[in-house]
């Protein structure tokens, strides 16, 4: 399979995770709601794929991930900053900080590979009721493992990638769910470390809400007394 691009642009300017909509409302009234990419609708309405231009907050810093086919898109943007942005009721000046474009290969691994995900919002209305109905904290993990498989297998078909091999999926650390509110509904987010098998690249969301900073994946080293797990 060729290689699917990834590409990430910061800037210097600081965003919180509640500027985050706005910003994305920013970004599309620049660029024009003809750019379908930018806002996941198409003409019959709500593009229902995984997300492939994501607005996040990495390091503080107003991000934009452009994943696949709409990679260029965020290449693109490059030169029309600096620019003034409408943030809420605010006029800020963005900046470029730095863009990268990072060719990504989908592979299974046979050492396991470490992930953080912050903000992860896994449980849906539906197997909302389902998690908070399990007695055992093991019975929570499992079921959380296999959603954070879905959420994987989801972003990998939409950048046209079928796995041959299992994916496999183990939580190895997990704080408890912090509730927060988007779109005047409230969720439960979760901070958790996971190994999976398949190589995933940084900065991608998964889960819920994912185009606008929740869910963001961020690789991590793998303590060595781990990394012959399985060989």
């Known amino acids: 399979m060729e290689a699917k691009n990834i590409a990430i642009l910061r800037f210097e300017e600081n965003l919180g995770a509640s500027d985050i909509r706005c910003f994305r409302g920013a970004i599309i009234d620049m660029v024009g709601k003809e ?27 107003a991000c934009l991930v452009g994943i696949a086919d709409a990679a260029f898109s965020i290449m693109q943007l490059v030169d029309k900053f600096p620019c003034s942005l409408k943030i809420g009721k605010k006029e800020m000046e963005f900046h470029v900080l730095d863009c990268r474009l990072v060719p990504y290969f989908p592979k299974m691994e046979d050492a396991p590979k470490l992930y953080h995900l912050k903000d992860y919002i896994a449980l849906t209305e539906d197997n909302f009721k389902k998690y908070h109905s399990l007695l055992a904290l093991t019975d929570k993990v499992n079921f959380l493992e296999q959603i954070i498989i879905g959420n994987i297998l989801s972003f990998l078909k939409g950048i046209d990638y079928h796995a041959q091999e299992r994916i496999e999926c183990a939580i190895t650390e997990m704080k408890e769910p912090t509730e927060k509110f ?32 929740f869910g963001t994946l961020t690789r991590e080293e793998l303590p060595e007394r781990f990394k012959n797990i399985n060989q």
């Open 35 to 61: 750019q379908a990419f930018f806002h996941n609708h198409e003409a019959g309405g709500l593009r229902y794929g995984y997300p492939l231009i994501q607005y996040k907050s990495i390091g503080g810093h």
């Open 182 to 213: 988007y779109k005047h509904v409230k969720f439960d987010t979760f901070d958790l470390m996971f190994v999976s098998n398949i190589e995933l690249p940084d900065a991608i969301a998964l889960g819920k809400s994912g185009s606008v900073g």
